[in-house]
C-alpha cells in the first residue's frame, strides 16, 4: 500500500515496483467524467508502459486476476469516491448506515482483489491518498468523504505486508 497527499509521487513510485515488468495489470478506477479528469487519466496512461494490461472498473476488481503476476491498482481514494456516490448518490446528509455500506462495499471489493492475487502468488501494489492531513473540510458530504477513505486506509494497511508514505517524491516505509 503506498500512500500520500495530492502529487506526493505515490504513482510514480508504485509504478517503479514494477519498473522492468511487462506482464502488470494496472487496474484503473478513475472515471471521465469532465475536461480535466481526461487530460489526468491521459497523463497517467502516458507515464506507464504500453506492455501494461489496463482493467478500468470500480466494481468486480478480482476479475482483472488473471495469468499475469503483478498488479497494480491506482487508485482505492477514486474507488471510494465512485462507491460513495454510486450509494450516496445527491444525498446532502448521509447516515452513519449509509456511511458503513460504502466502507463496507470498498473493503469487499479490495478483499477480493487481495484474495485473488493471492490465490495466483502475484504481487499488489495499492495506491491512495491520506486526505486527513489538511484542513476540516467545511460540507458534510467531504467530511463523510474524508472519514470514510480514512477507515478505507486503516483497514487496507492491516491487509498488506507494506505499508509506505511518499512525501515530496520521498518514500518512506511505514510497515
Known amino acids: 500500500m503506498i500512500t500520500g497527499g495530492a502529487r506526493s509521487g505515490k504513482s510514480t513510485f508504485?509504478?517503479?515496483?514494477?519498473?522492468?515488468?511487462?506482464?502488470?495489470?494496472?487496474?484503473?478506477?478513475?472515471?471521465?467524467?469532465?475536461?480535466?479528469?481526461?487530460?489526468?487519466i491521459a497523463l497517467h496512461q502516458a507515464q506507464r508502459p504500453g506492455e501494461w494490461i489496463t482493467f478500468e472498473r470500480s466494481y468486480g476488481l478480482k476479475e482483472a486476476v488473471g495469468i499475469?503476476?503483478?498488479y497494480l491498482l491506482d487508485c482505492v481514494t477514486i474507488l471510494t469516491s465512485n462507491i460513495m456516490f454510486d450509494i450516496t448518490g445527491e444525498s446532502e446528509n448521509i447516515s452513519t448506515v449509509m456511511q458503513?455500506?460504502?466502507?463496507?462495499k470498498v473493503i469487499d471489493e479490495l478483499q477480493g482483489l487481495v484474495q485473488a492475487v493471492e490465490q495466483i502468488d502475484g504481487d499488489l501494489v495499492m495506491v491512495t491518498n491520506e486526505v486527513g492531513d489538511s484542513i476540516v473540510p467545511e460540507n458534510h458530504v467531504a467530511r463523510v468523504y474524508r472519514d470514510i477513505i480514512g477507515r478505507v486506509?486503516?483497514?487496507?494497511?492491516?491487509?498488506?505486508?507494506?505499508?509506505?508514505?511518499?512525501?515530496?517524491?520521498?518514500?518512506?516505509?511505514?510497515?
Open 68 to 70: 499475469q503476476k503483478n
Open 153 to 175: 486506509n486503516q483497514r487496507l494497511a492491516k491487509l498488506c505486508n507494506e505499508v509506505y508514505l511518499v512525501v515530496c517524491g520521498l518514500p518512506l516505509r511505514l510497515k
Open 100 to 104: 458503513r455500506a460504502v466502507e463496507d
Open 14 to 40: 508504485a509504478e517503479g515496483f514494477y519498473k522492468d515488468r511487462s506482464d502488470v495489470v494496472y487496474i484503473a478506477t478513475a472515471r471521465i467524467t469532465d475536461s480535466e479528469m481526461r487530460d489526468r
